[in-house]
């Protein structure tokens, strides 16, 4: 069944053959070994995240676990390892002390997490709550001159009653990787009606927090759908911007505590909080930074390209970032760490990076090809970024890779297809034309670089880890990091090692 995943990607080439690849299978053996029976990823990544904290960027979790990297890298041997500046990104912010309770009617803790550059409170504080009713801007007049020093919930009309239908945990199954791999990039894609609504809340909510700051409310409570059985979800409480001024208190609370405080109020009867949230901004250094480091190519002709791999190194602040990304960053670190504990002698330089601000908008990477990578004038590569044979990224969690996402790149296909041929036995053979988005790989293929990102199993990466207070070391899949180190490790010495550069779209 895995050989006849393939098959939809060949016939979607229009005949198009690939040399033979050149494999080293006595080097794919020793990759193998110490990436599967001696790997180190599992103490790489505790160091990333238990011992770190949360990662959010410019915070001082994320530097601590930057600069950790860079002595890492420095230690196995790597050259020019730092942390490498690429621009300015704005202020710090960072959780010290944070509680929640339900006071009236009754005491009740709260599940819950604050959103980055609240502003937090000046001590413990007691707040009654309002139910805000109005469905939009208009309605707010109703509540003129009765929210300062109040918690907000707005209305909602949702039930829980699909909660528990699905698996949180899932792993791709033959059919789905078989739609994968007959994807055709022609096909029309249909309109999301779930992302117009996203948008429409998020514009919504930032009007209800405008009111609410002109009208001195203490702060906000917000919930979806999402935030049941103990997770919940929790990222940024005010847009990305070059300022990152603290604002309203807005608190991410459990679905089910959202909704008895809104069932109580609907009652008539009262309901009141105590928050005490401190927290801490960081001016001084807002220069945003990426870990960097190489391995150097030893062929005359092919020491100047590069391969690159990388993950973003940054998180949310709910938890410690373990799938989201702090697996992705450990995997390739743990690459680095196989390839020189077997000795690799790349013909061309190897060359990792950790990137920062990813989750506001993949500033790390954007800034990286703009400041390497990128003539001014066309925008296309410029001649250091044709020197690049390809990048490799990792940021989907912590499941096992089942194949690739070509990014379009049909002449990339049959040299990934032979160079997975050793590792079909690890689940890996699955080679789609289909994009994918939302992480670094995008800002190299935007300027028409070979980039891309592996196809993983979803595990519970969308159902409960990811931005959420749930993306702990404890959801992390030892034998799923293993593997993906292993097959990347192997990708990274093909790259370095075969006669051509990978070939563009």
């Known amino acids: 069944m895995r050989k006849d995943i393939t098959i939809p990607f060949l016939l979607l080439v229009n005949g198009l053959f690939a040399q033979k690849e050149n494999l080293d299978m006595t080097m794919m053996a020793k990759i193998r070994?110490?990436?599967?029976?001696?790997?180190?990823?599992?103490?790489?990544?505790?160091?990333?995240?238990?011992?770190n904290g949360p990662r959010l960027m410019e915070s001082p979790g994320y530097f601590k676990a930057a600069n950790w990297a860079k002595s890492k890298l420095s230690s196995w041997g790597l050259e020019n390892a730092s942390l490498e500046a690429w621009g300015n990104w704005g202020k710090g912010w960072e959780l010290e002390k944070y509680y929640l309770a339900q006071t009236s009617p009754y005491y009740k803790p709260l599940t819950g997490f604050p959103k980055t550059f609240s502003k937090g409170t000046d001590g413990l504080v007691h707040a009654s709550v309002i139910l805000l009713e109005a469905k939009?801007?208009?309605?707010?007049?109703?509540?003129?001159?009765?929210?300062?020093?109040k918690m907000i919930m707005i209305k909602r009309s949702d039930t829980g009653s699909?909660?528990?239908?699905?698996p949180d945990i899932t792993r791709y199954g033959d059919s789905d990787l078989l739609k994968l791999a007959a994807f055709d990039p022609?096909?029309?894609?249909?309109?999301?009606k779930e992302a117009e609504s996203f948008q429409a809340a998020a514009h919504f909510l930032a009007q209800v927090k405008k009111f609410a700051i002109r009208e001195g409310a203490q702060g906000?409570?917000?919930?979806s759908t999402r935030n049941v059985d103990g997770t919940v979800f929790v990222q940024n409480g005010i847009p990305y911007n070059s300022e990152m001024i603290p604002t309203l208190n807005d608190i991410s609370v459990g679905y089910e505590d959202f909704m008895m405080m809104q069932r109580l109020l609907q009652h008539g009867i009262p309901v009141s909080v105590d928050l005490d949230l401190r927290t801490k901004i960081y001016p001084d250094e807002q220069r945003g930074f990426n870990v960097i480091a190489e391995i150097p190519g030893t062929d005359?002709?092919?020491?100047?390209?590069?391969?690159?791999?990388?993950?973003?190194?940054?998180?949310?602040?709910?938890?410690?970032?373990?799938?989201?990304?702090a697996a992705g960053s450990a995997v390739m670190l743990e690459v680095i760490r196989i390839l020189k504990t077997v000795g690799v002698k790349p013909r061309r330089t190897i060359r990792i990076a950790l990137w920062g601000g990813e989750e506001t908008g993949l500033h790390g990477s954007k800034n990286y090809v703009k400041n390497h990578f990128t003539d001014t004038v066309t925008k296309k590569y410029n001649a250091a970024g044709d020197k690049l044979s390809v990048y490799l990224n990792l940021d989907n969690g912590t499941g096992k890779i089942r194949g690739i996402y070509?990014?379009?790149n049909a002449a990339a296909g049959p040299i990934f297809e032979q160079w997975f041929e050793p590792?079909?036995?690890?689940?890996?053979?699955?080679?789609?034309l289909k994009n994918t988005g939302g992480t670094d790989h995008l800002s190299f293929d935007a300027i028409g670089l070979p980039a891309f990102q592996f196809i993983q199993d979803p595990m519970d990466y969308g159902s409960r880890t990811h931005h959420s207070n749930m993306d702990s070391y404890d959801h992390l899949s030892s034998e799923d990091l293993k593997q993906a180190a292993t097959i990347i490790a192997a990708f990274v010495y093909d790259a370095a090692q075969r006669e051509e550069k990978m070939p563009r779209k």
């Open 33 to 51: 070994d110490e990436g599967i029976n001696h790997s180190q990823v599992m103490d790489i990544v505790f160091n990333l995240t238990d011992a």
């Open 136 to 149: 939009d801007s208009a309605g707010f007049t109703a509540y003129e001159g009765q929210l300062k020093d």
């Open 162 to 166: 699909t909660f528990g239908l699905l």
């Open 186 to 192: 022609k096909a029309p894609v249909p309109a999301s």
């Open 220 to 223: 906000i409570l917000t919930t």
């Open 300 to 325: 005359k002709k092919l020491k100047e390209q590069l391969v690159m791999i990388g993950g973003h190194l940054d998180s949310w602040q709910g938890s410690t970032g373990a799938t989201d990304n």
């Open 406 to 408: 070509l990014q379009g």
């Open 423 to 432: 590792f079909h036995d690890l689940g890996a053979t699955t080679l789609t």
